[in-house]
């Protein structure tokens, strides 16, 4: 299993459905209660940032990681970051790093091929997010899903998950015969069928 392969296919699929966004999308609601899709995308960015700030050994200032401004155009500050990060990932010799993700732990670095397990994980996941926002489906094969479902797997299902910083929410119990990318959404506490509510009708004017 190539990790920076999967990641890419991840990150790419992840700007593509973003580039179908249009001005009146920025604050639709998303998967991620506390923001709306430009907050997401911010969230994002930042991430890409973060990653490949840590791919460069600067990953423990955690100023690295934080929200990004996306300024008047967030597809176009969005896909700069995902270059920035596929490129940081893409080095020669990054995979015999050690990252440092603060957001997951101060105590320790996490080896490259990890690290950008998380990452991956984080674009499958929130590629949904964004295309469930514009109300549209994600383009993964299933390769990439049966490999999401091995790292979703792997995260913890415990207190972690209940505190307001927590990166996902305690898990769900999938439906009978799901599809491989809902069963690593339920693992991580997403709703598959998620869909944007709907917006209260204007009473009409007298």
Same mark, same amino acid.
């Given at each position: 299993?190539?990790?920076?392969?999967?990641?890419?296919?991840?990150?790419?699929?992840?700007?593509?459905?973003l580039?179908?966004?249009?001005?009146?999308?920025?604050?639709?609601?998303?998967?991620?209660?506390?923001?709306?899709?430009?907050?997401?995308?911010?969230?994002?960015?930042?991430?890409?940032?973060?990653?490949?700030?840590?791919?460069?050994?600067?990953?423990?200032?955690?100023?690295?990681?934080?929200?990004?401004? $996306? #300024? =008047? &155009?967030?597809?176009? /500050?969005?896909?700069?970051? @995902?270059?920035?990060v596929? !490129?940081?990932?893409? *080095?020669? +010799?990054?995979?015999?790093?050690?990252?440092?993700?603060?957001?997951?732990?101060?105590?320790?670095?996490?080896?490259?091929?990890?690290?950008?397990?998380?990452?991956?994980?984080?674009?499958?996941?929130?590629?949904?997010?964004?295309?469930?926002a514009?109300?549209?489906?994600?383009? $993964? #094969? =299933? &390769?990439?899903?049966? /490999?999401?479902?091995?790292? @979703?797997?792997?995260?913890? !299902?415990?207190?972690? *998950?209940? +505190?307001?910083?927590?990166?996902?929410?305690?898990?769900?119990?999938?439906?009978?015969e799901?599809?491989?990318?809902?069963?690593?959404?339920?693992?991580?506490?997403?709703?598959?069928?998620?869909?944007?509510?709907?917006?209260?009708?204007?009473?009409?004017?007298?």
């Amino acid at each position: 299993m190539d990790i920076r392969k999967l990641d890419r296919t991840a990150v790419l699929e992840s700007a593509r459905i973003l580039d179908q966004a249009t001005p009146a999308d920025w604050a639709a609601p998303t998967p991620c209660a506390d923001w709306n899709l430009r907050e997401l995308v911010a969230h994002m960015t930042g991430q890409h940032r973060g990653f490949a700030a840590a791919a460069a050994g600067r990953g423990s200032d955690l100023s690295a990681w934080r929200p990004a401004e $996306l #300024g =008047d &155009d967030p597809v176009k /500050a969005y896909r700069a970051a @995902a270059d920035e990060v596929l !490129d940081a990932f893409a *080095r020669p +010799g990054v995979l015999t790093s050690e990252f440092a993700i603060p957001e997951i732990s101060t105590a320790t670095t996490f080896p490259a091929s990890v690290a950008i397990g998380f990452h991956f994980l984080d674009y499958v996941v929130h590629g949904w997010d964004v295309a469930r926002a514009l109300g549209i489906d994600p383009r $993964l #094969g =299933d &390769d990439v899903a049966e /490999a999401a479902l091995v790292f @979703a797997l792997r995260v913890p !299902d415990d207190d972690r *998950r209940l +505190g307001p910083a927590a990166q996902f929410d305690p898990s769900l119990t999938p439906v009978r015969e799901a599809g491989t990318l809902d069963l690593v959404l339920a693992a991580l506490g997403r709703t598959p069928g998620w869909t944007a509510p709907a917006t209260p009708a204007t009473a009409p004017q007298h």
